[in-house]
């Protein structure tokens, strides 16, 4: 497991764009695929975007075409580069980390029971 702490959330107006940050410890980062998650109040957490140790990505539909998610391996850090964002991106938004084995760098995990690592949150908050 890794420590992880989530940074770059906020306020912005509709159409804007943020960049969330998730800083991870220790010396294993890039034996981990990572997910940024999101939990907007009465509603379940979702999966936003996810990448691979080796670097492919996934999307959700919702986010598609405005969010990007990035890693940084030398830094430590996973990127989720926000833009166009709509007051339903209103949430609460987690990384969650999990150091998979060589025949599974380019898997990209989208359930939440495989992720063992999780940050403590950021929230972020578009006004319309």
């Known amino acids: 497991q890794v420590h992880l702490v989530e940074s770059g959330g906020g306020l912005v107006q509709a159409g804007g764009s943020l960049r969330l940050s998730c800083a991870a410890s220790g010396s294993t980062f890039s034996r981990n695929a990572i997910g940024w998650y999101r939990q907007a109040p009465g509603k379940q957490r979702e999966l936003v975007a996810a990448?691979?140790?080796?670097?492919?990505?996934f999307n959700a539909d919702s986010v598609k075409g405005r969010f990007t998610i990035s890693r940084d391996n030398a830094k430590n850090t996973a990127y989720l580069q926000m833009n166009s964002l709509k007051a339903e991106d209103t949430a609460v938004y987690y990384c969650?980390?999990?150091?998979?084995?060589?025949?599974?760098?380019?898997?990209?995990?989208?359930?939440?029971?495989?992720?063992?690592?999780w940050g403590q949150g950021t929230q972020v908050t578009v006004s319309s």
């Open positions: 969650a980390a999990v150091i998979l084995d060589g025949s599974r760098y380019y898997y990209i995990p989208k359930s939440e029971t495989e992720y063992d690592s």
């Open positions: 990448i691979s140790r080796g670097g492919s990505g």
